[in-house]
């Protein structure tokens, strides 16, 4: 399995908190993405990020902003979290796009009340 | 906007049935496709891709997928289910811009 990490897996917020998701990866892997997955929906796009410094928004980018200091590390930030937030997000990686394969890391379950 | 569509939201089969999951994508240009499964309480898998060359591309654990440009359609293929299948599939399409756009997901169950 490729060596991505994500914290934390569970977590349970108040409407209104800040949050903030980490994944770490070890491949130095150029490309990371944050979907989110919700039934119904399959997985959506939130960021990702094609290097140090470089983002870019995806399908549903509204209510969450991302950094990349690091080769490994993108953060995803829900400034004030909200219900419709509530969701599995899933951390991925890639070393080539277009045309590479993502390898996905385990996920962390978010639950805004 | 680039879409994904799945047709079955949710299959049920028993074992030693034949499954076909329907993908459609609204795209006109080049296209990489790809299946991927979710195992219960896990994170996404490759099953199979298809870049270019033969339209009918085969994966991990018997699947196989046929790419029809003229259908927009990737659909995914097994001879014979087993119980270890049960799972979520997803067909996800790159359009060469960078951004892997999945469908909305199939889950299959699959009886002993």
């Known amino acids: 399995d490729a060596g991505i990490t994500q914290s934390p897996r569970h977590k349970v917020t108040e409407t209104g908190t800040p949050v903030t998701l980490r994944c770490h990866q070890t491949?130095?892997?150029?490309?990371m993405y944050w979907y989110r997955q919700d039934p119904g929906h399959g997985l959506r796009l939130i960021h990702y990020?094609?290097?140090?410094?470089?983002?870019d928004k995806g399908e549903v980018s509204d209510g969450y902003s991302v950094s990349r200091s690091k080769t490994e590390d993108f953060l995803l930030t829900l400034e004030s979290a909200t219900s419709s937030q509530t969701s599995v997000y899933f951390c991925?990686?890639?070393?080539?796009?277009?045309?590479?394969?993502?390898?996905f890391g385990e996920g962390s379950r978010l639950t805004v009340l | 906007a680039q879409s994904v569509s799945q047709h079955n939201h949710h299959v049920i089969l028993s074992e030693a049935a034949s499954l076909e999951l329907g993908c459609n994508y609204s795209y006109g240009g080049t296209v990489n496709l790809f299946w991927y499964v979710q195992y219960p309480g896990q994170h996404l898998q490759l099953l199979l891709k298809y870049f270019s060359g033969d339209p009918l591309v085969k994966g991990i654990k018997g699947f196989e997928a046929e790419f029809i440009k003229s259908k927009f359609s990737f659909n995914l293929r097994k001879p014979s289910v087993q119980w270890s299948d049960t799972a979520e599939y997803f067909c996800?399409?790159?359009?060469?811009?960078?951004?892997?756009?999945f469908g909305q997901g199939t889950e299959l169950s699959v009886k002993p």
């Open positions: 491949e130095n892997h150029r490309y």
């Open positions: 996800a399409v790159n359009n060469q811009g960078g951004k892997l756009i």
């Open positions: 990020s094609y290097g140090v410094k470089d983002t």
């Open positions: 991925a990686i890639s070393d080539e796009t277009p045309t590479g394969e993502l390898f």
